[in-house]
């Protein structure tokens, strides 16, 4: 409730809203190349507003953001790390906007897919959810990334990041339920094999719950991975069933990404004093080239399905 007072307007289109819009959520930093795509995929998807915390960007991310008709901004000069890594900025906004709407929190590089995304949008399976008396849905985050070296190929702004990163690992993935809050961990994939292979339980958690039929009441507690109250963590099935999931395309590696290390190693606001981007730097100095003999091209949901990666549960 604090660091609601860290957030500055810049500019507030909250009045457009409608009932049973579906609303987006994400804090940015300094990630203009990426907002084209990312806005045109999710409003493709049927996302109606967008919600953005911008922490000092100074590469015209915010003015870029303030011009499109469907989005509020508000800015911060403060910490992203004592925020608890954007939580509290976006729970605030959340609680204050979202109430009784169906609500996604994802970052810029992170693209939901669900069953059926190729031919239903973002509503419909919104809709099976209030139907079926779910209230949130998981989905597992997929490092994607090219064959060759991560840096080989140059992105440029609006273009599909899945156009260079179409790679992912298709097996090598732990599951462990979290006794305190319910939820699945995940680990595993690129990261896992090639940054913590000495300590893969050091390596970054893949389990997500980015869309969320949202009450004033609830609040992510670390990033999007667990959410109070606990409940709404049980999004898988402890008798053998499968309940419906996605997957959120994670379009990390680019040739952007050795630029954003280096400056995020700089700033130290990130979880476990940045012990992530001190491996990324470490290994990508040696080898950045994240392919395998075993690593999977990417063709469509109904491939992560056989996979294992997402389920479309009893959603037909």
Sequence with gaps: MRKKNELRSVVDRTALIKPGD???FSTIRNEKIRLSYFLRYYRNMG??????????????????LADQPDVSV??????????????????????????????????????????????????????????????????????????GRID???????????????WFDSGNYTYKKNSQYGNLWIQGGPRARCFFPDAPDRAP??????????????????????????????????????????????????DT????ASEELQRKQHYANSH????????????????????EKFINWRQLEILGLMSKGNWA
């Design 74 to 147: 508000w800015t911060t000069k403060h910490s992203y790390k004592r925020s608890r890594f954007g939580v509290d900025w976006l729970n605030h906004l959340q609680m204050k906007y979202a109430h009784g709407h169906w609500s996604l929190v994802v970052d810029v590089d992170e693209f939901l897919v669900f069953p059926f995304c190729d031919s239903r949008s973002i509503s419909a399976l919104t809709d099976w959810l209030d139907a079926s008396s779910v209230k949130s849905f998981s989905a597992t985050l997929l490092d994607m990334y090219p064959k």
């Design 205 to 254: 958690a893949l389990n997500k719950i980015p869309l969320v039929k949202w009450d004033k009441k609830y609040a992510y507690k670390s990033s999007s991975h667990m959410l109070l109250p606990r409940g709404l963590n049980l999004v898988y099935d402890e008798w053998g069933g499968e309940k419906a999931s996605g997957c959120l395309m994670h379009a990390k590696f680019l």
């Design 47 to 64: 996302v109606n507003h967008f919600f953005f915390v911008d922490n000092d960007s100074d590469d015209g991310s915010r003015e870029f």
């Design 152 to 166: 080989a190929v140059p992105y440029r702004s609006g273009q599909d990041p899945f156009e260079i990163a179409s």
């Design 276 to 295: 992530e981007y001190k491996a990324y730097a470490a290994n990508l100095a040696k080898d950045p080239d994240l392919w395998c003999k075993w690593s």
């Design 257 to 260: 990404f050795g630029s954003k």
């Design 22 to 24: 579906i609303l987006s």
